[in-house]
């Protein structure tokens, strides 16, 4: 594909395939945990896929601590920001989040808008993405300056854009998720689907589903606004412990080192697919694959 505009931007991303944007109407949902398990679970999707997450929730970049990456930081190279891999050599798996800029992990990011934006471009532009299947990127709630923003930016790719929308089932979280859907009707961004978050609570004791928020708003949302509806989470209790888990420390005076049997595999991968979570969102990842070709078969490149 010829880009009418080489900007700095596209020089990055014209070897990224699919760019999924996932937002949500409100905080509060789960959104940054549904991003980081629709990586994991892509790049689980082939022995072959490379995928890619960035996490423009500036003033609360949580993606560092749920991949076990806290702690790292970022490299300059001569061709630019070298990202952080999860999965360490096999480098399938690249993360980019303000967290890893922080000296601090808990300093806090007191930015205006432009100062976000400048950050988002330097993202967008600089960092050293190289080939990839997909990027994820996890945005702040609402539709605010990083979302207009991204879709400035990457303007000239539009064609490989589209956006997950996570809620729960609550009517407030469902009347913020359909401004959320509104906003991406306005700007023209395709919708892969729905994810209902938190859909109810299984007890790790027996297994019984209790409705604690209730069950279905984002299906029957799905059904009255002809989006396509991905599936419903319910709360795991091993995912909350696998996702909030610390990096590993060192003892004071020492470093960390893996051991040799961990170099090269990916532990919290192997975690995840463990977690009731994963087959559930497995099916997730199902439906986006399915959808994914509409949307760039309708975007006429």
Sequence with gaps: ??????????????????????????????????????ALSLHASSPTARVGILDVDLTGPSIPRMLGLDGHGVHQSSDGWVPVYADGSEARLACMSVGFLLKKKDDSVVWRGPKKNAMIRQFLSDVRWGELDFLVIDTPPGTSDE???????????????????????????????????????AVNLPVLGIVENMSG?????CGEISNVFSTGGGAEMAKQEAVPFLGS????????????????????????????????????????????????????VDEVMRTLPKVEEGSGS
């Excluded at 609570?201 to 004791?205: E, G």
């Excluded at 919290?268 to 969102?281: G, H, N, V």
């Design 1 to 38: 594909m010829a880009f009418a505009q080489e900007t700095p931007v596209t020089r990055r991303l014209k070897r990224i395939k699919h760019i999924i944007i996932v937002c949500s109407g409100k905080g509060g949902v789960g959104k940054s945990s549904v991003s980081a398990q629709l």
């Design 147 to 185: 979302h207009l923003s991204l879709l400035e930016h990457m303007a000239p790719v539009h064609d490989r854009l589209s956006a997950v929308i996570v809620t729960t089932p609550q009517a407030v979280a469902l009347m913020d998720a359909m401004k959320c859907l509104s906003f991406t009707r």
């Design 201 to 205: 609570y299984v007890c790790p004791c």
């Design 233 to 284: 989470l319910p709360v795991d209790t091993e995912l909350v412990t696998l996702l909030d888990a610390a990096e590993p420390e060192a003892a004071p005076g020492t470093s960390y080192e893996p051991h040799p049997a961990e170099r090269g595999s990916f532990d919290l991968l192997d975690r995840y697919q463990k977690t009731p979570s994963a087959a559930l969102f497995k099916n997730v």
